[in-house]
C-alpha cells in the first residue's frame, strides 16, 4: 500500500430499537490505522468502494435466532460490499488492485482471509456494480426463489410484491422470459410506471390506491405469488390462491420494524386450494450460485435483464441514513452506498 491512511471509518451497532430504524441505532466510529490492518498469511487488505444495504439488514439488528447470528452492540454492522485489494498478506491468492467483494461489513477498510473473498470479472455488458444486484445475492435470490421453490411454469400467473426492489424486479423479469404473465404490486405511480414500461410486466397494482383490493381480484387467481412485503397484502393474496398454488416467501418488508407481526386470517385457503407455502434462503443453493449466474450473466449481455440502481453518495456515514429507506418505499431498483470518491472510481464502473 503505498501511503496508509492515519484513520477511517466504520458504522457499528448502538442499540437494538423495537420499532423504526432510529437516529441513535448506529453510531460511526473513527479508528486508527494501524497494525491490526496489515494482513497476514491468505490475507488480504481491502478498501470499501460500494455497500450493499438491504432488508435483511433489519432483522441483524434483531437479537433473535435467525439463520445468521444477530450483529452484537458495538460490533462492525453487517453488509455486502465491493471494494479493492490495498494490500495481499503472504501467500495470498490475491494482488494489489484485484477487484473483490465479500462481507466485511460497514468499514471503510478491513482484512480479510482469502476464503471470504471473491474476486471479481466484470463481463460483458455489466458494470461492477451488477455484482450487488443481478450478478449477487438480489439476483440469486430472485432465480433460485422463483424457479426452485416457485416452479413456476409457462402459462401460469405470478404476482410479486415489492417488485420495484432489486430482487421483485428481477423476479418480474425471470417470470417474464419463462412465459409467465406477470402481475406487479408496488407503492407509487412512478414505479408501477417503471415496472409497465420499462420492465415489461403484464399489470401493475399500486397497494396504496383506494381501489386496490379491487384490482386485486380483477387479475383472476394466481399460480405463484412472490411475497417480500408479507403482512396484510400477503393475507389478501392468500384469497386469491389457484389449485396448487405456491407462495414463496422471501421477506416481510412490512413487519420487519413491527413488535409484533400481524397474523394471518385467510390462512384455510392454503388447506382448501392444496397450496404450498415455503421460505427459504439464498445460501442454501450456494453449490448451485454458478449455473445461476451464468444465466443471469447472459441476460445483461443480451439486454434482456434491466436493472436499476439507487445510489446514495456521500461516504459511508450515509449508509444508517439511507437504510430506512427500505421500509417506506423510498428506493426504486437496488439501493447503494458510494463510499469511494468519485475520483477514486474512475474507470472502474
Known amino acids: 500500500m503505498a501511503s496508509r491512511p492515519s484513520q477511517f471509518k466504520r458504522i457499528v451497532l448502538n442499540s437494538r430499537p423495537a420499532g423504526d430504524i432510529e437516529p441513535d441505532t448506529f453510531r460511526t466510529e473513527v479508528v486508527p490505522f494501524d497494525e491490526k490492518l496489515t494482513p497476514k498469511q491468505g490475507e488480504a487488505l481491502v478498501k470499501c468502494l460500494w455497500l450493499s444495504l438491504d432488508p435483511a439488514m433489519r432483522g441483524y439488528i434483531r437479537d433473535t435466532r435467525s439463520y445468521l447470528p444477530p450483529v452484537q ?116 405511480e412512478e414505479k408501477c410506471t417503471w415496472l409497465k414500461n420499462e420492465i415489461g410486466v403484464d399489470g401493475v397494482l399500486n397497494y396504496k390506491s383506494p381501489t386496490f383490493r379491487e384490482e386485486v381480484k380483477k387479475i383472476g387467481y394466481l399460480d405463484v405469488y412472490f411475497d417480500n412485503v408479507g403482512g396484510d397484502i400477503l393475507d389478501l393474496m392468500l384469497t386469491r390462491l389457484k389449485k396448487d398454488a405456491r407462495i414463496v416467501m422471501c421477506g416481510a418488508i412490512s413487519e420487519y420494524n413491527s413488535g409484533k407481526p400481524k397474523g394471518l386470517q385467510n390462512y384455510m385457503n392454503i388447506i382448501s386450494q392444496r397450496a404450498t407455502v415455503q421460505g427459504f434462503i439464498v445460501f442454501d443453493y450456494a453449490e448451485r450460485y454458478k449455473e445461476a449466474l451464468a444465466e443471469l450473466a447472459q441476460g445483461i449481455h443480451s439486454g434482456a435483464i434491466k436493472r436499476k440502481f439507487e445510489i446514495v453518495q456521500g461516504g459511508i456515514e450515509e449508509a444508517p441514513k439511507a437504510l430506512p429507506m427500505l421500509f417506506t418505499g423510498g428506493n426504486t431498483g437496488k439501493l447503494v452506498i458510494q463510499v469511494a470518491e468519485e475520483g477514486e472510481m474512475k474507470g472502474r464502473l
Do not use: H
Not at 479493492?84 to 490475491?94: H, L, N, Q
Open 73 to 188: 452492540i458495538g460490533e462492525t454492522m453487517r453488509a455486502q460490499g465491493l471494494g479493492i485489494v490495498e494490500e495481499a498478506g503472504p501467500e495470498s491468492k490475491f494482488q494489489r488492485g484485484d477487484l473483490v467483494s465479500g462481507s466485511w461489513g460497514m468499514t471503510e477498510y478491513a482484512v480479510m482471509k482469502d476464503k471470504t473473498l471473491e474476486k471479481l470479472v466484470v463481463p460483458p455488458g455489466a458494470i461492477l456494480l451488477d455484482f450487488l444486484n443481478t450478478l449477487g445475492l438480489s439476483g440469486l435470490t430472485a432465480y433460485f426463489g422463483l424457479k426452485e421453490v416457485g416452479k413456476i411454469k409457462k402459462g401460469e400467473t405470478l404476482v410479486v410484491s415489492g417488485a420495484a426492489g432489486s430482487v421483485g424486479s428481477l423476479t418480474c423479469q425471470l417470470g417474464k422470459a419463462i412465459g409467465a404473465k406477470v402481475y406487479a404490486i408496488a407503492g407509487s
